[in-house]
């Protein structure tokens, strides 16, 4: 394997841990141009047709991780006047509390915004909380399995090259 090659395993490890931990920059972007940097690098065909299916992996996860959770909070009834309070709050939280703040903040802020929306029934704020955490999780793992398969697409071309 060569130092590229390692590098590029570097930056996608990186990419798919700022999936698994938001705080953390990167994602399945990062994944796909790090497998875009071997394939310059590497100069072949096989190479571009690696990360073109890599590619097609990453645009599936992007479209699908954005369709299906936000369609659930749409079908739950959740306005996204309260989702923008729960990003702020998670941004907030960033700030305020290093490392978990974000965990804290966005339901935080959910729960605050849906509280207010029903009019001071906690039951029903937090039935729509847990809706709202069930969606984060849900976009996490798609945009995880998306750039894993892209990543053992990449595995795979490393051994066919």
Avoid: C
């Avoid at 509280?115 to 793992?141: D, E, P």
Wanted: net charge positive.
């Amino acid at each position: 394997m060569s130092l590229v090659e390692v590098l590029v395993a570097l930056v996608i490890a990186f990419g798919i841990a700022g999936i698994i931990v938001p705080i953390l920059p990167g994602g399945a972007l990062l994944v796909a141009a790090a497998i875009l940097g071997w394939a310059i690098w590497l100069g072949e065909p096989t190479g571009w047709v690696i990360f073109a299916i890599s590619a097609v992996f990453i645009a599936i996860g992007l479209i699908t991780k954005y369709a299906i959770p936000g369609k659930r909070l749409k079908d739950s009834g959740m306005p996204l006047s309260t989702q923008v309070v729960g990003a702020i709050l998670a941004i907030v939280g960033f700030f305020v509390i290093p490392v978990v703040g974000v965990f804290v903040g966005f339901p935080l802020g959910v729960f605050l915004a849906e509280l207010r929306r029903h009019g001071g029934s906690a039951g029903q704020a937090w039935a729509s909380t847990w809706t709202a955490m069930k969606a984060v999780g849900l976009f996490i793992v798609i945009d995880a399995v998306a750039a894993t398969l892209a990543t053992i697409t990449w595995v795979v071309g490393l051994f066919i090259t």
